[in-house]
């Protein structure tokens, strides 16, 4: 079974300051991409940024970049400059064909 | 503007009266989903559709049915159901990668709460 892994449930980080979402999935896959999505309170589903597995290069949106390490299957997405409206639920998304298999999730807050 | 759209976006309903949720998309998307979240799961597949008339099971389908016989729209039908069910449930929408995967990115409906008592 595809499984991906959120080992942190929860997270804090003060506003501007920079914070690190852990992924790890498990795939015999070679070729997939990968997602994280944000979930603030409305329950929208948002996508925050996509990465290609073929690609060394690490994705990069504005604030956000991920640390894609294929080999050991981990993804792990960096908030820089945190702002409140960055508290929200993240999940980690890969997409193996047609089908998206997600993280338990990591709950973000941001202080200020 | 590009979106998928879901109806109702809050149903309360009893056990075994049967329902639908609809999904609709305004982005000529071949590839529509549906997924159930649930605390701490994650979100799940429940059925996909590549194409018109082309559905399949996901990861989660006992329980639900689905069509697909025009394009743009992607109804979910719960038959008969139970309070298990309850869930939020979103519908997504994804063009084929034109690479070798089956699809690229998906977007999401705003979700649909559905409480069954």
């Known amino acids: 079974a595809q499984t991906v892994t959120q080992s942190q449930p929860e997270m804090s980080v003060q506003e501007a300051e920079t914070v690190t979402l852990s992924c790890t999935y498990d795939t015999s896959e070679s070729d997939y991409y990968l997602f994280w999505y944000k979930q603030p309170p409305s329950r929208q589903m948002i996508l925050v940024i996509r990465?290609?597995?073929?690609?060394?290069q690490n994705a990069t949106e504005n604030r956000f970049s991920v640390n894609f390490q294929k080999a050991a299957k981990s993804f792990s997405l960096k908030i820089s400059d945190s702002q409140l409206g960055d508290a929200a639920m993240y999940f980690c998304a890969p997409l193996y064909g047609n089908k998206l298999v997600f993280g338990a999730g990591t709950i973000l807050r941001v202080k200020s | 503007e590009a979106q998928v759209t879901q109806n109702p976006r809050y149903l309360i309903t009893v056990t075994g009266k049967k329902l639908t949720v609809t999904c609709s998309q305004n982005m000529n998307h071949e590839y529509m989903s549906w997924y159930r979240q649930d605390p701490g799961l994650g979100l799940r597949q429940i059925y996909y559709?590549?194409?018109?008339?082309?559905?399949d099971k996901g990861d989660v389908p006992e329980g639900y049915k689905v069509s697909r016989k025009e394009k743009r729209n992607f109804p979910l039908i719960l038959e008969s159901p139970s309070p298990n069910q309850t869930s939020l449930y979103f519908c997504?929408?994804?063009?084929?990668?034109?690479?070798?995967?089956?699809?690229?990115?998906?977007?999401f409906g705003p979700g649909t709460r559905l409480t069954v008592l």
């Open positions: 559709s590549m194409n018109v008339e082309v559905t």
């Open positions: 997504a929408s994804s063009s084929p990668s034109g690479g070798p995967y089956s699809t690229d990115t998906q977007y």
């Open positions: 990465q290609e597995a073929y690609k060394q």
